[in-house]
């Protein structure tokens, strides 16, 4: 099989576009992308299109209609948050299974207003009547809680990674929020749901991301190796049933579960990765997603918090890009947004939040609704 490499990557700012349909946004990352490899709609083979508010309006044929339509075969993928890692997943395993040589991979979403995380519609929005422990927030807030009960996190640790998060935003041009937040501006916060604050959820942002994928014989052909990245591992799992509720065990057992699989993938450990991308929707989830990724023993991520070693300049940044919690978290274009972040670190190319010598770096997101299931996407990149 062959290897697979990123050869152009890049997104839009993320923020709000009341005055662009979906298809726009997820043209402009796409035509990003194909600039940053000095190639056009006409190079790729394929689309593979992430959305999840419009999947079933065939997102990735009205994009190739702003771009010029070539007749390429065109895969719209939903998989709840991990949309648009699927997406690029979808590329990576055409491109191993030698059906095409280049292709493209956008997400994009146009995100509504209120509350996300309902057990009840399509759109993973909330209907009227299902507030409670079912919204994402309560189930984010239960993962915190239940942290705090068997290993004595505190509410200043789970808000020290919004702290974090939000002073690495600030060195991004593309995050949607750009300010520092003191500890106590973020646990003075409005409570969203204990102990989220509401500096510490994620923000409902409008966006778009794409790839431009390559097998290695058209990385030479071509003359770009010296920017591609190499894709170790691509890995897709879902959860456990868990027939109370999905909440503490899915997310965190279907994380487990492919991050080894994709460390057994790529030949490396935890102890390799250079910077990782992972998905804090809430701060309580990036702090047990610490563990979850074998960053530190269970237990140990309030004092890994702690230490310092997850903020730039320490032993393993997380999340340099602002996160989800300042650059903003449209679904479908969150996967790919990730693997921008890490791209662009080992490209060398991330400015003033630039990890000094990062080679390896992880990509991880994961979601689902609840009592119905999760998904979890895990990419491993290297700077070829």
């Known amino acids: 099989m062959s290897e697979v490499y990123i050869v152009g990557i890049d997104m839009i700012p993320f923020g709000r576009y009341p005055d662009k349909t979906v298809e726009q946004l997820g043209a402009e990352a796409a035509l990003l992308a194909l600039d940053d490899c000095g190639l056009s709609i006409r190079d790729m083979q394929a689309l593979y299109c992430g959305n999840l508010m419009e999947a079933h309006l065939m997102v990735g044929q009205r994009i190739l209609r702003e771009i010029g339509q070539t007749g390429i075969a065109v895969t719209n993928s939903a998989n709840a948050c991990a949309t648009g890692a699927t997406a690029f997943r979808e590329g990576v395993i055409s491109i191993k299974a030698g059906l095409y040589d280049l292709v493209l991979a956008v997400g994009v979403e146009q995100m509504g207003r209120g509350l996300l995380g309902g057990a009840g519609r399509a759109d993973g929005f909330v209907e009227e009547g299902e507030l409670g422990s079912s919204t994402m927030p309560a189930m984010f807030s239960q993962i915190g809680v239940e942290h705090a009960r068997r290993y004595g996190t505190t509410f200043a640790q789970f808000a020290q990674i919004a702290v974090k998060n939000h002073h690495h935003s600030t060195m991004n041009p593309k995050a949607m929020s750009r300010r520092e937040t003191p500890l106590e501006e973020v646990m003075a916060a409005e409570m969203i749901a204990w102990p989220n604050t509401k500096l510490m959820c994620s923000l409902n942002v409008d966006g778009a991301a794409a790839a431009v994928i390559a097998s290695e014989s058209a990385v030479r052909r071509l003359g770009l190796m010296d920017r591609a990245i190499r894709v170790c591992a691509s890995e897709l799992m879902s959860g456990p049933y868990t027939p109370h509720g999905f909440a503490i065990p899915d997310f965190s057992q279907v994380t487990r579960n492919?991050?080894?699989?994709?460390y057994d993938r790529a030949g490396v450990g935890a102890s390799d990765i250079d910077l990782i991308e992972l998905h804090d929707c809430f701060a309580t989830a990036e702090l047990v997603h610490y563990e979850?990724?074998?960053?530190?023993?269970?237990?140990?991520?309030?004092?890994?918090?702690?230490?310092?070693?997850?903020a730039l300049g320490g032993r393993i940044p997380v999340n340099v890009s602002g996160g989800l919690l300042s650059k903003g978290h449209p679904l479908g274009a969150t996967g790919i947004a990730n693997l921008y972040e890490v791209a662009t670190h080992l490209r060398g190319n991330a400015g003033?939040?630039?990890?000094?010598?990062?080679?390896?770096?992880?990509?991880?997101?994961?979601?689902?609704?609840?009592?119905?299931g999760s998904a979890c996407v895990i990419h491993i990149l290297e700077r070829a």
């Open 258 to 262: 492919c991050v080894v699989a994709a």
């Open 292 to 310: 979850n990724l074998g960053l530190c023993a269970d237990g140990e991520a309030g004092r890994l918090v702690d230490s310092g070693d997850t």
């Open 352 to 372: 003033a939040r630039q990890v000094e010598g990062a080679r390896i770096g992880l990509a991880h997101v994961v979601g689902g609704t609840p009592n119905r």
